[in-house]
């Protein structure tokens, strides 16, 4: 029998619920153990285990629109404007993490990045001739 840090028993009944809840988040043992001390202690927890998974749910989804909808502005750029550059030429996971809105903004930038830099080429090339 593994020990958890701060063991099961110690737990508040409202955080062995989210266990039970929850399992995937959990060592499969945690879960059970949480079961257990949950029977021990006469808590009805079938019920609340299901209101307790719907909640989270609807936090994932609400992260996920939260995720969706952010966006850059211009204070980004002005706070800290080279994590910025590094952040919208080097990142690639912005759709793949749920950033949809950040995904096209960093497309747009970095097509006008694009474009900036081929305009200075073009300039500069013919200046040389």
Same mark, same amino acid.
């Given at each position: 029998?593994? #020990?958890?840090?701060?063991?099961?028993? /110690?737990?508040? #009944?409202?955080?062995?619920?989210?266990?039970?809840?929850?399992? $995937?988040?959990? /060592?499969?043992?945690?879960? $059970?153990?949480?079961?257990?001390?949950?029977?021990?202690?006469?808590?009805?927890?079938?019920?609340?285990?299901?209101?307790?998974?719907?909640?989270?749910?609807?936090?994932?989804?609400?992260? $996920?629109?939260?995720?969706?909808?952010?966006?850059?502005?211009?204070?980004?750029?002005? $706070?800290?404007?080279?994590?910025?550059?590094?952040?919208?030429?080097? !990142?690639?996971?912005?759709?793949?993490?749920?950033?949809?809105?950040?995904?096209?903004?960093?497309? #747009?930038?970095?097509?006008?990045?694009?474009?900036?830099? !081929?305009?200075?080429?073009?300039? #500069?090339?013919?200046?040389?001739?």
């Amino acid at each position: 029998m593994k #020990t958890f840090q701060p063991p099961i028993q /110690d737990r508040q #009944t409202s955080a062995l619920i989210k266990i039970v809840a929850i399992p $995937e988040n959990w /060592d499969a043992e945690a879960a $059970e153990q949480a079961e257990i001390e949950l029977l021990k202690r006469g808590v009805e927890f079938k019920e609340l285990a299901k209101r307790e998974k719907y909640l989270h749910s609807q936090r994932e989804k609400l992260d $996920e629109l939260r995720r969706a909808k952010e966006s850059y502005s211009i204070c980004d750029f002005l $706070e800290s404007p080279i994590f910025f550059m590094i952040e919208i030429l080097v !990142s690639w996971e912005l759709k793949k993490d749920g950033y949809l809105r950040k995904a096209r903004q960093q497309k #747009t930038i970095r097509i006008i990045i694009l474009g900036i830099a !081929s305009i200075i080429y073009l300039y #500069t090339f013919i200046n040389d001739l």
